[in-house]
């Protein structure tokens, strides 16, 4: 007679199992395409687009490529919770908002050490300094860092949201609000913010850059559990690019110009003035502003007391992947 082990093991060599006994799920050899965006807060992934190098990388494999524009961290967020996109830019203070909400992502790359947001008003106001908000309309989009970098803003001047009036827009239409007058100041982003002070005067009179986290790709968990082999190929040519972009400023430039259709002033204070591509790896300087942002924010009650804020940083990191890349 067979025993049970001899039976069950020829069995599943057959492909046979007996009746009440699952097989145990096996995740698929390889994605049928990867679904990553691109964002113009993020020009590391406008180069990797334009030149192809992610198509080139996984054709071998039978891979397709789709690109998902997001115009800010709010929406490749809301984008990654659905599993519309497997790879979403943000800035590291949104990804960890979003993660202490829910969001099943994990934090793996740091593309830009940028400054990219500021407080802005336009060249007639009276507004110099933030408690000059007080009452004021403020156009700014919500789960990005100029939500959060407003926030931590008033709050270093005693004030909060509830002192002002928040106007709930996506960057490109705040910036158009400010200019035409229907908000008196916008917490801004690049480019759009660059765009207004080389071409309508706007003013940024609150800058801190240390309060500007990290521009960070994040990757939902069920793309990384089923196929890590392909997210550190993923994150190598993500490498490619940002060494790229280091080396070959002016066709990095090239092809941002070409998609925004921004001119070349506009471009070189984004790219050359507020944007630092030296970084890749999370490590402690970037885990420390991430921190401090949401530290801030705990403070500021837009994250629950009993958070552990320390704790949610720890599940959000996961580095394992661009050490391997």
Avoid at 5 to 23: D, I, K, N
Avoid at 87 to 92: D, I, Q, R, V
Avoid at 156 to 181: C, F, W, Y
Wanted: with cysteine; hydrophobic share 40%.
């Amino acid at each position: 007679m067979l025993s049970r082990r001899t039976f069950l093991g020829s069995a599943v060599g057959a492909g046979l199992l007996p009746y009440g006994l699952a097989r145990p799920a096996r995740a698929a050899d390889k994605p049928a395409e990867i679904r990553i965006d691109w964002a113009t807060y993020n020009p590391v992934s406008m180069v990797l687009k334009q030149n192809g190098l992610l198509e080139k990388e996984f054709a071998k494999d039978g891979i397709g490529i789709r690109w998902v524009q997001t115009l800010g961290s709010n929406k490749a967020l809301e984008f990654l919770n659905a599993g519309s996109i497997d790879f979403g830019s943000t800035a590291g203070s949104a990804a960890l908002l979003s993660k202490i909400n829910g969001n099943p992502i994990k934090s793996i790359y740091v593309y830009s050490r940028p400054e990219w947001t500021a407080l802005v008003t336009r060249k007639d106001t009276s507004i110099n300094k933030i408690e000059d908000l007080k009452g004021k309309r403020v156009a700014v989009t919500r789960g990005t860092d100029p939500h959060i970098f407003l926030v931590r803003a008033l709050q270093s001047v005693g004030m909060s949201e509830k002192d002002i009036v928040p106007v709930l827009l996506q960057h490109p239409d705040g910036k158009i609000a400010l200019i035409r007058g229907d908000v008196d100041a916008w917490a801004g982003l690049d480019p759009m913010m660059a765009q207004a002070q080389v071409e309508d005067g706007a003013r940024l009179f609150y800058r801190n850059k240390a309060a500007n986290t990290y521009g960070i790709l994040n990757a939902t968990e069920d793309f990384l559990n089923k196929y890590p082999d392909f997210a550190k190929r993923v994150l190598t040519t993500y490498e490619e690019a940002r060494k790229y972009c280091l080396s070959h400023y002016d066709d990095e430039k090239k092809v941002f110009m070409a998609i925004t259709k921004l001119p070349e002033n506009v471009v070189d204070i984004q790219l050359k003035e507020r944007t630092e591509l030296t970084f890749n790896r999370i490590g402690p300087e970037q885990r420390d502003t991430i921190l401090k942002a949401g530290l801030a924010l705990q403070q500021a009650g837009v994250i629950p007391p009993g958070v552990d804020v320390r704790r949610s940083l720890d599940d959000l990191v996961d580095d394992r992947f661009v050490t391997a890349a």
